[in-house]
């Protein structure tokens, strides 16, 4: 069953300005995450992983009416961001719920966890 990981940080401490320059606490976090990546592609659970870029520099495409408009920025105002994903393939709910905790453990910010609907959805 494939799951993925949606990874959110505060919307307030994503300062764009300084969303290039990762903090020391950021840093070591990050190499946390990494170790357990570099487990998860070992056991084959790990199907990709990605961080976003600042959702100042996104592009919302949306209708306006009778038209279809793109505009800077993200659509919704929100207290939180979507920051990182990750798409992983396991035996079922709870594995994906023990991987998300250790990505908790390590990044200190919520992961919301998704099925993927694919062939193998509701099996």
């Known amino acids: 069953m494939k799951y993925l990981l949606l990874g ?8 764009a300005a300084t969303a290039g320059v990762p903090s020391e606490e950021a840093l070591a976090a990050f190499a946390t995450y990494q ?11 790990l199907v ?3 961080g976003l870029g600042h959702p ?6 949306h209708r306006d009416g009778d038209e279809v408009v ?8 929100l207290k939180e961001v979507l920051a990182s994903f990750a798409v ?5 709910k709870e594995r994906a719920v023990e991987i ?3 990505i908790v453990e ?5 992961i919301e966890i998704r099925p993927i609907m694919g062939a193998d959805f509701g099996a």
């Open 100 to 102: 998300a905790a250790r």
């Open 88 to 92: 992983i393939d396991v035996t079922g």
């Open 8 to 15: 959110y940080t505060p919307a307030a401490a994503w300062d």
């Open 48 to 50: 990709g992983s990605e």
């Open 35 to 45: 170790k357990l990546e570099q487990e998860l592609i070992a056991s084959g659970e």
């Open 70 to 77: 793109a505009t800077d920025g993200p659509f919704a105002e």
């Open 106 to 110: 390590a990044l200190g910010e919520p």
């Open 56 to 61: 100042a520099v996104s592009t919302t495409v």
